[in-house]
Structure formats: structure tokens, C-alpha cells
């Protein structure tokens, strides 16, 4: 099977060069690495990558220009596979990033909260698949910055914020003392009231998510 082929966006020397021995080293191939936004756009139209993992703030002015640049690059093309890496909930830019492509083979990540290596290579690589993957924290600050629609129950809320957090049903269920058929039941309705499109896509809970990040104002 052919590496997963590489552009890497860090404006830290010794960071980039670590995530690339990082990734070599679990059998990534890093096709360039960057160190500002201009390069990262510039080094995908030159590389076609399998994947973008980038960091958020980056030259010149140490803000969000990586995460711009990601959604730019994820608007010119939908289908590609970008991994934003911060220390920080950059909220500016962070939903239009989780809702382009339709939430598919997207990710936010914080570096603090990475703990373990091969989980964070198992995230990149089931963003390649075509999964979504976001750090919980990063779910509830951009929750908490919106007013949540008036058609969902405080505890659709409740279901739909772990949702978002990754819980399958049985641990929702645990969770809030409930019964997995209320649950189903709850899941239901979200999906109706979100006009989430009847389909037996996985992403489905995730499109869920992103629609209530989307529909409500910033």
C-alpha cells in the first residue's frame, strides 16, 4: 500500500521537523513541509497531497492564517483531507473548517491534548478514510458561542453535545440514565428537526453537529 503522501504546515523549526520524523516514522510521506500559509497553499497545488496537517496560527501575524488557509484549500476542494493543529480554539474560522466538505476528512486537534502517539496517527489516518475527527474541547467552545436552535429540548441538547463528543449510544445512554430506545428516539428527532437527509451514511452525526454550528449566528 502506497504512504499516505504529506504537506505539513508548522512555522516552528524544531515542531516540523519533529511531526515529520514523527510521520515518516509511522510510515507517512512528507511531500513538503512549510512554514507559512502562502507556502502551505502554494505546496498543495504543487503536491496534490493525501493529506494537510496544519497549524492554526502562522506568519505574519500569528493568528489564524493557517486556519484560513486550510478553508481555503478545503473550499477549492472539498475532498481533501486537512488536519488543523493548535493550541488554541481558534472560533473565527474553526466552523467553517468542521462544515466544509460536509464534515468529511476534516480535523481539529490541540496539541496540548495529545497524549498519545499512535492515537493521533490512528486520527490522521481515519481523516484520510474519509472520518471526522474534533477535539472535544473544541466541540464546546464553539457550542458555547452560539444560541442553540429553539426546535431542540434541553435534552436533545444534551444528546446532540455528546454526540459530538464521539459517545455511541449505549454510552449515551449510561451517561444520562436513559434507556438506548430513548435514545434512538432522541437521535430521531434531532435528525428531523436539523433536516439531516435520510441516507445510511455514517456521517450522519456529524453532519448533525455541523448543522446546528452552522444554522445558529455568530
Same mark, same amino acid.
Given at each position: 500500500?502506497?504512504?499516505? &503522501?504529506? +504537506?505539513?504546515? *508548522? #512555522?516552528? $523549526?524544531?515542531?516540523?521537523?519533529? /511531526?515529520?520524523?514523527?510521520? @515518516? ?87 496540548? &491534548?495529545? +497524549?498519545?502517539? *499512535? #492515537?493521533? $496517527?490512528?486520527?490522521?489516518?481515519? /481523516?484520510?478514510?474519509?472520518? @471526522? ?86
Amino acid at each position: 500500500m502506497s504512504p499516505v &503522501r504529506v +504537506v505539513l504546515a *508548522e #512555522d516552528g $523549526v524544531l515542531l516540523r521537523e519533529g /511531526v515529520s520524523s514523527l510521520l @515518516t516514522r509511522f510510515g507517512f510521506e512528507i511531500v513538503a513541509a512549510v512554514g507559512d500559509a502562502d507556502d502551505l497553499i502554494t505546496a498543495v497545488k504543487d503536491h496534490a497531497p493525501d493529506l494537510v496537517v496544519t497549524d492554526i496560527r502562522m506568519p505574519p501575524d500569528h493568528t489564524d492564517e493557517g486556519l484560513r488557509a486550510a478553508v481555503a484549500l478545503r473550499r477549492a476542494d472539498p475532498a481533501l483531507p486537512v488536519v488543523a493543529l493548535s493550541q488554541y480554539v481558534e472560533l473565527s474560522y474553526a466552523g467553517d473548517l468542521l462544515d466544509s466538505g460536509d464534515g468529511r476528512r476534516v480535523g481539529y486537534l490541540l496539541k496540548d &491534548r495529545i +497524549v498519545d502517539i *499512535e #492515537d493521533f $496517527v490512528d486520527s490522521l489516518r481515519r /481523516v484520510v478514510d474519509g472520518g @471526522t475527527v474534533v477535539d472535544p474541547q473544541v466541540i464546546r467552545q464553539l457550542l458555547s458561542r452560539r444560541d442553540p436552535l429553539s426546535e431542540l429540548s434541553p435534552r436533545e441538547r444534551e444528546v446532540l453535545a455528546l454526540i459530538a463528543e464521539g459517545h455511541s449510544n449505549s454510552a449515551i445512554a449510561a451517561r444520562l440514565v436513559i434507556s438506548d430506545a430513548t435514545v434512538g428516539k432522541h437521535i430521531g428527532n434531532i435528525l428531523a428537526k436539523l433536516d439531516i437527509p435520510q441516507t445510511d451514511d455514517t456521517h450522519r452525526r456529524v453532519l448533525a453537529v455541523l448543522t446546528y454550528l452552522r444554522t445558529t449566528p455568530r
